[in-house]
């Protein structure tokens, strides 16, 4: 048995996963959660942040064109797919495999209750690291509600957290942005404190000031109701769909919202889905509505999903989700924001 679950009461499998860690090049996702959890990896094992590999946009780890480097693989926050290698995981997002290799090891907060993130269970992997470190990517994936674990009963300055934890998150959400800048700030402080006086922390400043003035333009894109699900459709290349649909999810819950940035990426449509509803799993309904398609379609929660498909391929999405005759002939997002 590879598997860990969150209170990683395993002795000998959490003596194999550091081992792994510290063989392994660190790939972490690039958002707080994933950042957070790369700088925890890289403490425990003394490397700095140039020493994590970071995908570009559009690029997982997953995909036969990955730029992945021989040896041994720390994969964090990425899910947990097949790879034909030593590997150890770490994850909290649902499990799509039932077995790893023998050379490989799974820690996964998947159903885990109270919810935990990847950096939690990293805090816990390497208990020696400042505990921050871990509520940064708490906060960034679960609000306060990561705040109330018992992992940080203590010690923790929570605006501060707050604070840092948005500021972390914002790289990922402008193209070109200071992902590197970001982990190396988490990897260098010794405090939320610290890392919000770093100089380097403007950078991070000004890529939240350009999202968020993205953001506010593509929010007030009006929703179309199909027979599921609501759907925003825009253009901007800020990654913004996840908090458009998280957003309007709550204006229109229960109802699923999909909100579908039709400039994110060239040639694609990425889109994210929410609701508030827990009786629903977004996943079951993407893969209705396409049982046939592969890659980067309808992972992650049961209540948070996405995907990103080529123009086509969406608009036979919508049709099946039954929102095709409600589109606009010329598509609301031509006139929301043109591509760069």
């Known amino acids: 048995m590879s598997w860990l679950g969150p209170d990683l009461a395993d002795p000998a499998l959490v003596a194999r996963a550091r081992e792994l860690l510290a063989a ?25 942040a140039a020493d994590a590999l970071l995908m570009e946009r559009g690029v997982t780890p997953w995909g036969g064109d990955a730029p992945l480097p021989d040896g041994p693989l720390a994969v ?33 907060g998947a159903g885990a209750d109270p919810e ?35 992992d940080f009963a203590d010690g923790i300055v929570k605006a501060h957290v707050r604070k840092l934890a948005t500021l972390v ?64 459709e825009f253009a901007t290349r800020a990654h913004v769909h996840a908090l458009v649909a998280m957003q309007w999810s709550r204006t229109l ?10 400039g994110f990426l060239d040639d694609r449509v990425n889109f994210s889905m929410r609701c508030a509803d827990p009786a629903l799993d977004l996943r079951a309904i993407l893969k209705a509505a396409l049982p046939d398609e592969q890659g980067e379609f309808a992972h992650g929660h049961p209540q ?28 609301a997002w031509r006139h929301v924001r043109p591509r760069d």
């Not at 049709?319 to 606009?328: C, F, I, S, W, Y």
């Open 169 to 232: 998150n914002s790289p990922r959400r402008m193209p070109g942005g200071p992902l590197r800048t970001a982990l190396a700030i988490l990897v260098d402080a010794e405090s939320a404190k610290a890392a919000l006086a770093d100089p380097r922390i403007a950078e991070l400043e000004e890529a939240k000031a350009w999202w968020r003035s993205e953001f506010e333009q593509v929010i007030r894109t009006a929703p179309v109701f199909g027979a599921q699900v609501a759907v925003l």
């Open 24 to 48: 392994g090049t660190v790939i972490c996702h690039d958002d707080a959660d994933g950042l957070s959890s790369g700088a925890i990896a890289l403490r425990a094992t003394g490397r700095g």
């Open 116 to 150: 935990v993130t990847t950096s939690v269970l990293m805090g816990r992997l390497a208990p020696e690291v400042p505990h921050w470190l871990a509520a940064v990517g708490a906060v960034g994936d679960l609000g306060d509600r990561g705040l109330a674990l018992p």
């Open 304 to 331: 948070a999903t996405g995907g990103s498909l080529d123009p086509e391929r969406f608009d036979e999405l919508m049709t099946a989700l039954g929102v095709d005759a409600r589109r606009p002939v010329v598509p």
């Open 76 to 108: 964090l926050d990425w899910g947990i797919q097949p790879l034909e290698r030593a590997a150890v995981y770490v994850d909290h997002h649902a499990l799509e495999v039932d077995t790893l290799r023998d050379d490989q090891v799974g820690i996964t």
């Open 253 to 262: 819950r229960p109802r699923p919202v999909l909100a579908a940035n039709h």
